[in-house]
């Protein structure tokens, strides 16, 4: 799922494009796109954009009038800016957002349909998107934690929770713990100062090191290739790989359709974290430190 760094981009690139020009017309390729009926989607066309923000993981194009369309990609969505009036081809176009200089094309890869549009009328109805989590980058180490120890839950499920901080999900979530040298299950109340000091500035620093990046990327050209796996990660899709501080293997915790990846000699002091479905198969075999993986490996 795009994250903040990513829909900054995003953001980035549309500005140039799509601020101070007129929507022509909303092409709709999906029955299950548009979940609102009213303001009816037509109401946009002929509208100039006037901003655009970032609402979480969220792209909000703010229109004449004070209309909104509200952009969630959720896991396989994807923005391409194409020729004006380009055809939409098959299940995986969505729709198309005609301007006089191209069009904004939404794609979804699967057949899960979570990608989803709304047509909002004021600024009330696009606070309603706002889950309530802070934006790091105006908040300070007191604020930041104070709102991950309102409830008492792992790092990895804080850093992920739209409640409590904006815009980060799985990718940079690991990226941020492995900088902070903190286990992802690690409570929230059971952190020391010095850990929230390290965990304030790793989140800050790595997010602001992949907004500067995906930014200078997407002058250069609109972005294609949105991706949570990208070169340069220490830890995130890395698995099996050397960690770049310390040269170990990196591990991963596979739950649902996620998983996190971290290193144990730098984030757990050398202990292996229990992935749910092999510490049940294994048991009490499950091994416990980096020695005892590689021994399990060999049998």
Same mark, same amino acid.
């Given at each position: ?26 092409? /709709?390729?999906?029955?299950? /796109? ?5 303001? &009816?989607?037509?109401?946009?066309? $002929? ?6 923000? #970032?609402?979480?993981?969220?792209? =909000? ?15 396989? !969505? ?11 081809? %098959? ?19 699967? *057949? ?7 047509? +909002? ?11 309530? %989590? ?10 930041? #934690?104070?709102? +991950? ?9 804080? +850093? ?8 980060? !999900? ?8 492995? =900088?902070?040298?903190?286990? &992802? ?17 790793? *989140? ?22 949105? *991706?949570?796996?990208?070169? %340069?990660? =220490?830890?995130?899709?890395?698995? $099996? ?14 739950? =649902?359709?996620?998983? *996190? ?7 757990? %002091?050398?202990?292996? /974290? ?26």
């Amino acid at each position: 799922m795009p994250e903040l760094p990513d829909i900054v981009a995003y953001i980035s690139a549309l500005d140039s494009r799509i601020v101070g020009q007129p929507l022509e017309q909303v092409r /709709l390729n999906s029955a299950f /796109l548009l979940r609102t009926a009213l303001p &009816p989607i037509a109401s946009a066309e $002929g509208r100039i954009v006037k901003e655009l923000r #970032r609402v979480g993981k969220r792209i =909000a194009i703010g229109l004449e009038n004070d209309l909104w369309l509200v952009l969630h990609l959720m896991i396989a !969505g994807r923005l391409h800016w194409r020729a004006p009036q380009v055809k939409l081809a %098959g299940r995986r176009s969505l729709a198309a957002f005609d301007f006089p200089n191209g069009s904004l094309v939404l794609t979804e890869a699967g *057949t899960q349909h979570r990608a989803s549009l709304h047509v +909002l009328s004021g600024e009330e109805s696009l606070r309603s998107f706002d889950a309530g %989590g802070i934006d790091i980058f105006s908040s300070d180490l007191d604020s930041f #934690r104070a709102k +991950l120890t309102a409830e008492n839950h792992t790092l990895k499920r804080a +850093l992920t929770d739209p409640r409590l901080l904006s815009g980060i !999900g799985n990718a940079y979530s690991d990226e941020i713990l492995h =900088a902070a040298q903190l286990s &992802p299950i690690t409570l929230t109340q059971k952190l020391e100062p010095l850990q929230w000091e390290r965990l304030f500035a790793a *989140t800050r620093h790595t997010l602001r090191f992949w907004i500067d990046q995906l930014r200078t990327e997407a002058k250069a050209a609109f972005p294609e290739k949105v *991706t949570a796996f990208r070169k %340069g990660m =220490a830890v995130h899709g890395r698995y $099996g790989e050397p960690c770049p501080r310390c040269g170990d293997k990196i591990l991963r915790i596979r739950y =649902a359709d996620k998983e *996190t990846n971290y290193c144990a000699r730098c984030q757990t %002091g050398g202990k292996v /974290l229990a992935d749910r479905s092999l510490s049940r198969l294994l048991g009490s075999d499950w091994p416990r430190t980096m020695d005892e993986l590689e021994a399990l490996k060999r049998r």
